[in-house]
């Protein structure tokens, strides 16, 4: 049986668009004196040394899924995630188990992500670019399927037994909840997780990871 709502589960947050007067494309605009002092009306800085992106405390990280063939028994799954140019973080492979569709390769994507976030946060490494401490994820995803889940539907799923809007069984249950516990993890140190749903040519970087983790 699953543990209701509320007791050993947190809901992951959504971002709206109009919360930052910025765009995920921006997040890779050049930031002069990155090392140094930055005039304050900056909001986007970069982490040279450790390459990461941030979004005032949050660290930021894109994600996505590719799968050529998709419905069909050719399909192939490949992920995607996306920390920073020439970050080490970054990482890009073939799904290595089945079912290969493009839903559950959004979703493994965003596991992968907040697994690199787990080690990264249990290191004690939780140094911002301004010196400051990170306090938190946010996760930017194209998928609607993947943002939707993890920031509204799973409550309903975790009350109805894992049924959806029309009665059917949730696919890709396990893999969910496997994400679900990342959140869980992280909340519960006091490091909130946030999805954000931009448009497929905001998520350039993941995307072409996800497809080269697919190339013939």
Same mark, same amino acid.
């Given at each position: 049986?699953?543990?209701?709502?509320?007791?050993?589960?947190?809901?992951?947050?959504?971002?709206?668009?109009?919360?930052?007067?910025?765009?995920?494309?921006?997040?890779?605009?050049?930031?002069?004196?990155?090392?140094?002092?930055?005039?304050?009306?900056?909001?986007?800085?970069?982490?040279?040394?450790?390459?990461?992106?941030?979004?005032?405390?949050?660290?930021?990280?894109?994600?996505?899924?590719?799968?050529?063939?998709?419905?069909?028994?050719?399909?192939?799954?490949?992920?995607?995630? @996306? @920390?920073?140019?020439?970050?080490?973080?970054?990482?890009?492979?073939?799904?290595?188990?089945?079912?290969?569709?493009?839903?559950?390769?959004?979703?493994?994507?965003?596991?992968?992500?907040?697994?690199?976030?787990?080690?990264? @946060?249990?290191?004690?490494?939780?140094?911002?670019?301004?010196?400051?401490?990170?306090?938190?994820?946010?996760?930017?995803?194209?998928?609607?399927?993947?943002?939707?889940?993890?920031?509204?539907?799973?409550?309903?799923?975790?009350?109805?037994?894992?049924?959806?809007?029309?009665?059917?069984?949730?696919?890709?249950?396990?893999?969910?909840?496997?994400?679900?516990?990342?959140?869980?993890?992280?909340?519960?140190?006091?490091?909130?997780?946030? @999805?954000?749903?931009?448009?497929?040519?905001?998520?350039?970087?993941?995307?072409?990871?996800?497809?080269?983790?697919?190339?013939?």
């Amino acid at each position: 049986m699953e543990t209701p709502l509320g007791i050993g589960h947190s809901i992951a947050k959504r971002i709206q668009s109009s919360q930052y007067n910025e765009t995920p494309s921006r997040l890779y605009t050049p930031v002069p004196n990155c090392a140094g002092e930055t005039s304050a009306d900056v909001l986007v800085r970069h982490c040279k040394e450790c390459k990461l992106c941030s979004v005032y405390d949050n660290l930021v990280v894109f994600v996505d899924g590719a799968c050529p063939g998709n419905g069909t028994a050719d399909a192939r799954a490949g992920l995607g995630v @996306f @920390f920073h140019s020439d970050s080490p973080l970054n990482f890009s492979a073939p799904l290595p188990e089945g079912p290969h569709t493009n839903q559950r390769a959004e979703i493994c994507a965003a596991i992968i992500a907040l697994e690199i976030v787990k080690e990264f @946060f249990d290191s004690g490494c939780h140094r911002g670019p301004w010196g400051n401490d990170f306090t938190g994820v946010i996760v930017i995803s194209d998928s609607a399927y993947l943002v939707n889940a993890m920031t509204d539907w799973i409550s309903k799923w975790l009350k109805n037994g894992w049924r959806n809007a029309d009665g059917k069984r949730v696919v890709h249950k396990e893999d969910i909840l496997e994400l679900e516990e990342l959140v869980e993890y992280l909340e519960g140190n006091r490091f909130s997780v946030k @999805f954000w749903h931009v448009e497929r040519s905001q998520n350039a970087y993941a995307d072409a990871l996800a497809k080269q983790a697919v190339a013939i």
